[in-house]
């Protein structure tokens, strides 16, 4: 079993800047992780992956440039920093784990675990 907790989210203007923290417990460390997030009245989406030693990263075209995923193994942390934060940003940010590849992690439909989420706000 693997807990993930979110931490981080908040209210920023837009052009600023957040930083997610994804505390993880359990069986997880061979795990890849992520983050997606929930917009209102919109699907889910995905947003960045990382291998579970923390060497490769993946993101969505959407954020690329702007977010930087990045593990912590000694203490069992992922963090997303949100730079240059637009209205569209808007969206409860999910934390996720899964035994599947981080590469694959956009792909996959019921990834084995999910946080409770933390709201992300951005106005502008």
């Known amino acids: 079993q693997v807990q993930l907790v979110e931490s981080g989210g908040g209210l920023v203007q837009a052009g600023g800047s957040l930083r997610l923290a994804c505390a993880a417990s359990?069986?997880?460390?061979?795990?890849?992780m992520g983050w997606f997030r929930q917009a209102p009245g919109k699907e889910r989406e995905f947003v960045a992956a990382i291998h579970y030693s923390g060497g490769f990263t993946y993101y969505a075209d959407s954020i690329k440039g702007r977010f930087t995923i990045s593990k912590d193994n000694a203490r069992n942390t992922v963090s997303l920093q949100m730079n240059d934060l637009k209205p569209e940003d808007t969206a409860v940010y999910y934390c996720?784990?899964?035994?599947?590849?981080?590469?694959?992690?956009?792909?996959?439909?019921?990834?084995?675990?999910w946080g409770q989420g933390t709201q992300v706000t951005v106005s502008s």
């Open positions: 996720v784990a899964d035994p599947a590849p981080a590469h694959m992690l956009h792909l996959k439909h019921n990834l084995q675990y």
């Open positions: 359990g069986r997880q460390s061979n795990y890849a």
